[in-house]
């Protein structure tokens, strides 16, 4: 007669919550990211007809562009409170309206003015939403199940770039279609999903886990007490930090510089691939768009491969510095390999792979020291301020390409922040408070 422990009841109860929570939340959140990904990067791909009708330079195209963060910068740690008082269903649903509306109004602007507004008022829009799902998981997973979420949620990344590239490169062909240019048809077509969803997330998220019905009343309660436990750990290993103290916290400010590092190669990739392999060759948009997909598809295939293997490592800062060297070493590669095509991208292939399979085990690193409010606040602060890289990219390769007539040359500043940010992470992997010990297989349960 066999008998199970008490410890192996909890562990089954565990992973049998966590495996219904990962699929029920992360492929929808991944989507509702994919949306807003879609909403904020189309402007890559427009911008190759949005320009000449518009009458834009290069560097007036990226400066546009990247004014979207400084929208998000101002707004997004107000936002991220709010959602801590009101929910994550309704202020989700909230900002995706408010950010869809905005989204399909671009397709009218007249001029690069109203372009510039527009994008600053889509960054006022959306500030809030990444943050605050980041802080919505910290509600439902345990450190050691973190990680393989975010990896799920952040998979959709890659895949909005795989996806909207064919797609917008499809739509543009549409031109005259309702009497719109091409570009004038991909932000309205694209920008209309985000306003749907935002009805679907009003009656389908729950705000914590006793709010969901699929959910057994142990599996809520197994939930709500590890995450109660976990907390309490991290408060009296590091103190509770409270909000007036966010801002000045020194472990904050040194995780921002290494998110600033992989923002901004993430969002100067993001907006400017659409014209580095334009530039290799005489490509229609339809052609141009799945070249651009590729990279990105590679980018989707290993990160969630990757991110197990450097989960069951346990030292999540070492292996960040370990994929931005990847990175930074891919990049240079490809601006060397330029004058070969098939060279140059099969280096973006490698590049944007490893920067992408970043984000998930970055963003596994903040709930290690901060908690409550001052972990919402936390959060928005990294999100807004690294942030600001997606300003700095995308308006430096723009400046760089029409300085040189190069815009692959733009992959230099971004080999050089990945550098650094590999440098911080090997440092950060030294930290006791940033480190912890490889996880055990019952973790991965959650998976089969």
Known sequence: MSHTSPTDASADLG???????????GPFLGLLYLVAYVDRNNAGFAKLEMTQALNMTEAAFGLAAGIFFIGYLLFEVPSNLLLERFG??????RIMISWGIVAVLTAFVQDATQFTIARFILGVAE?????????????????EYRTQVLAVFALSNPIANAVAAPLSGWIMSLHGMWGLEGWQLVFLLEGIPAILLAFVVFFWLPDRPQDARWLA????????ESIARETAAVEQKHGKVRLAAVFGNGRLWTLIVLFFGIVFGAYGLGLWLPTIVANMGDFTTTTTGWLVALPNICAALLMLPWERAARKQGNIPLQIG???????????????????????LAALCVGMSALFSTTPLFWSLPPMVLTGTAAAAGLAFINSVGNLAGFAGPYAIGWISQSTGSAILGLIPIAALTLLGAGIGFALSRRAEFTTAPLAETADAARR
């Open 127 to 143: 500030a809030g939403f990444f943050p605050g799902v980041l802080l919505y998981l910290t509600l439902w997973f345990p450190r």
């Open 322 to 344: 370990i994929t931005l060297s990847i990175t930074a070493l891919s990049l240079i590669a490809a601006v060397a390999a330029q004058g070969v095509p098939v060279l140059a």
């Open 88 to 93: 994550a269903r309704k202020w989700i649903t």
């Open 15 to 25: 992973a049998s919550a966590m495996k219904k929570a990962i699929w029920r939340l």
């Open 217 to 224: 009343p142990a599996e809520q309660q197994w939930i709500s």
